[in-house]
C-alpha cells in the first residue's frame, strides 16, 4: 500500500514560493526548504523531485498565481498607453511598498541567476516572459487603434522594450531604488512611443 501524503503539497508549494521569492532559490538550499515547511526531505524529494524541480514548480506556480492574472487584466483593459502606465505603476507600488516589499519578482530574480539551469525551469521563464510580451502588444494595439503612438512605431519592438522594463523595474526595485525613480524611467519609455498629444 503507498504511502499516505499527510501534507497538502499545494500549500507546501505555496510556502516555497514565499521562501524562494523572498530570499531567492540560488541561496535557499533544502534544509531551509525543509525548515520552512516543516516538511522532511524524503516527503519533498518524492512529492516534487530535487531542488531543481521543486524550483520549476515553484516558478510555474508564481506565473499561474502572482503573474497571469495581472498581464490577462493588462491586455483586456483597452484604454493602450493609460493602462500600460497603470500597470506600472501597479507594479512599483507592489514592488517598494507591502507585503513583498523588495522581493522583486521570483521570475525576474530566476532571469538573473538561472544560468541555462534545468530546461523545465528555462520553460517556465520562456512563458512568462511570451505572456507578458503579449500583454504590452495588447496594449499597444489597443494604443495604436486610439492613436496614441507615434508614426511608424514597431509595436512587436516597443512590446519587448516595455517586458525588459518590467524586468528592470523589478531587479531595481529588488536592489532599494526609489519608486519614483522607476516610475520616471517608466514615463520616459512611454513618451518616446507615444504621439505629440498624448505626452
Not at 524541480?53 to 498581464?71: C, K, T
Not at 544560468?115 to 495604436?144: F, K
Request: hydrophobic fraction near 50%; charge should be positive; glycine fraction near 10%.
Amino acid at each position: 500500500m503507498p504511502d499516505v501524503k499527510h501534507f497538502d503539497p499545494e500549500v507546501t508549494l505555496d510556502q516555497v514560493v514565499a521562501l524562494f521569492w523572498q530570499r531567492g532559490a540560488e541561496v535557499t538550499g533544502i534544509a531551509d526548504v525543509v525548515a520552512a515547511t516543516g516538511l522532511s526531505r524524503s516527503s519533498l524529494y518524492a512529492t516534487f523531485g530535487g531542488k531543481a524541480q521543486l524550483q520549476a514548480a515553484a516558478l510555474g506556480r508564481y506565473l499561474e498565481r502572482q503573474s497571469r492574472p495581472v498581464f490577462e487584466a493588462l491586455a483586456a483593459d483597452g484604454r493602450g498607453l493609460p493602462a500600460i502606465a497603470a500597470f506600472f505603476e501597479r507594479l512599483v507600488a507592489a514592488r517598494c511598498s507591502g507585503v513583498h516589499a523588495r522581493w522583486g519578482c521570483l521570475v525576474t530574480n530566476t532571469h538573473a541567476t538561472a544560468n541555462g539551469g534545468l530546461s523545465e525551469i528555462r520553460e517556465v521563464l520562456e512563458r512568462h516572459h511570451d505572456a507578458l510580451r503579449a500583454a504590452m502588444r495588447a496594449a499597444l494595439e489597443a494604443a495604436r487603434t486610439k492613436g496614441q503612438l507615434r508614426a511608424g512605431l514597431d509595436v512587436g519592438a516597443a512590446a519587448e522594450a516595455l517586458t525588459l522594463q518590467a524586468y528592470a523595474v523589478n531587479l531595481r526595485s529588488r536592489a532599494g531604488a526609489e519608486a519614483g525613480v522607476l516610475l520616471a524611467g517608466v514615463r520616459a519609455v512611454l513618451d518616446g512611443f507615444a504621439t505629440t498629444g498624448e505626452r
